[in-house]
């Protein structure tokens, strides 16, 4: 008898593009093919292109959908993963579609999972997590997402919805509002948009600054600008950058203290950077985690770069299959 | 063939008592006995204490120790639990023992845990908890502790010390400096310590209050006296339990967007004041956690009282023997 090979397909999701990929029962990815979400066309199109990608990609590699053993889905916002269904995607007119049933055509076991989750299982697996047991993943970019990994898998919570991170306050007399609407919260001080607003803020003042040379409005200070000229020696970005790492340092020693990790990816646009902060974030890691806990941690950048989310959403349903 | 029946041993190492029960497989306890630790009289004189009311309690039921199958051990301080070393006692001269050994004359199997994390298992399995899956035991009375419960047990992470959630900063710019040398932490500006405190800074002001005709000397003011003057309708104490009530539900509602919990019991010496606090905390929590995440939790105080170490042992012992 013949036994046709397996695999799986991952499908990141994002607000502008669809990222699918078909990989190997270890992970490997054999194809890839990436579209446009068009999202403002409504969820007809986006759903029917969901579906596009996955048959283009096992087309590329000469596969049937019969030997798919399952699809992972990595989608920007909650999901309810039992029931499959989309609560809230801010870029996408998603919410509240049942996601599975909307790709039954496709046959095959669909695994969703929040996009932060999945690029956890996927640094776990597949990057810079792959000796963890219990990690955390940061990603920190426009905000700041986590997943949390506990015995190598992910922790879902109540309503799965367990690792809003960037929503814990750290300063709560902050005038900063959150776009959830709290003050103080994690990623209203600590995300590569505070760093951006704390840079324009310290131009603003008129001091000298290599940063008004860097662009020709002050609409373009953004997180690589702000490294451009702290790499340079720039004194006002070397400020903003110092602010902005100790924030990352407080939230990160409070998940160190609750969580007692052996790991911590950073990822996300700032893991970029990393080099720039990481004194800064680890003098007040240590001056406010206990020692003991800081000492059981390892804090590492992300590997995985853009790949991060399909080879998330491929972990998740190796992981959902038993795979992993 | 004569079966005989089985039971469990639960100790609470405390720093002035030792409670120890004997209980069923069903966790019902048949008989306790209670001494002082006498910790001033060093290590043996402890741990032979712990062997006597190990020894008296089951006498005191008529049973054997070969009929004892196991004995959970509430510590209180970090612990190693595969190796059975006390790592630290702040009030016990006990630093790096490996108790197990010391016990080993019992011939029988010893589950050592940190007295937290003991609470949050006594809390699931037989108080406030029992339909909990993902719970967070908070006490909250010298210092806030914690013991994190995911899917039904309890979450250690990488070194025994998860649930440091009282050394979570809250207020980072904060001159209140907490005894882990940190400023800020939740338990420096949230446990009964810092509303004593707190109210004493007030009562200093030389403002009108009911606190002055309650106590003869202002050390005297403690939790129960702000609890008793707020009932009395004293604004000054009434300030004070917004304050750490403000304070209680910032961490909480930290607790709540990283862990999206289904429960959350608030044990320690506070939660017999929690409803004097519950109103401005959960204002605090609906203002700063997410909205979803809120409907998910059911917040409520704890159920065992003073029995909530030991039965803590006995659920440690249960639960490492599988038996829960």
Known sequence: MFLQKEYVVGVDLGGTKILTAVADLQGNILARVRKDTEADKGKEV?????????????????????????????????????????????????????????????????????????AALGEKWFGAGKEAENMVYMTVSTGIGGGIIINKEIFHGAGDAAGEIGHMTILPDSEIQCGCGNYGCWEAIASGTALSKLARKAVETGQDTLMNELVSDLSEINGAVVAKA??????????????????????????????????????????????????????????????????????ITAQLGSDVGVLGAIATALAELDLL
Chains 1, 2 share one sequence.
Do not use: C
């Not at 986006?46 to 990609?57: F, G, L, M, R, S």
């Not at 902005?244 to 939230?251: H, K, R």
């Not at 996300?268 to 890691?285: C, P, R, Y």
């Open 46 to 118: 986006v759903i029917q292109k969901i579906k596009d990608t996955v048959y283009e990609v096992i087309e590329e590699v000469g596969i049937k959908l019969s030997q798919v053993k399952g699809i992972g889905l990595g989608v920007p916002g909650p999901v309810d993963i039992k029931k499959g269904i989309i609560k809230h995607t801010p870029n996408l007119d998603l919410d509240n579609i049942n996601i599975i049933e909307e790709l039954g055509e496709l046959n095959t076991p669909i695994f969703l999972e929040n996009d932060a989750n999945a």
């Open 230 to 299: 702290t790499k340079e020696g720039d004194i006002l970005a070397r400020e903003a950058m110092d602010k902005v790492a100790e924030y990352l340092g407080i939230g990160m020693a409070n998940l160190i203290n609750i969580f007692n990790p052996d790991t911590i990816v950073i990822g996300g646009g700032v893991s970029q950077s990393w080099e720039l902060m990481e004194e800064k974030a680890n003098l007040t890691i240590k001056a406010r985690a206990m020692d003991s806990l800081v000492d059981d941690v390892n804090i």
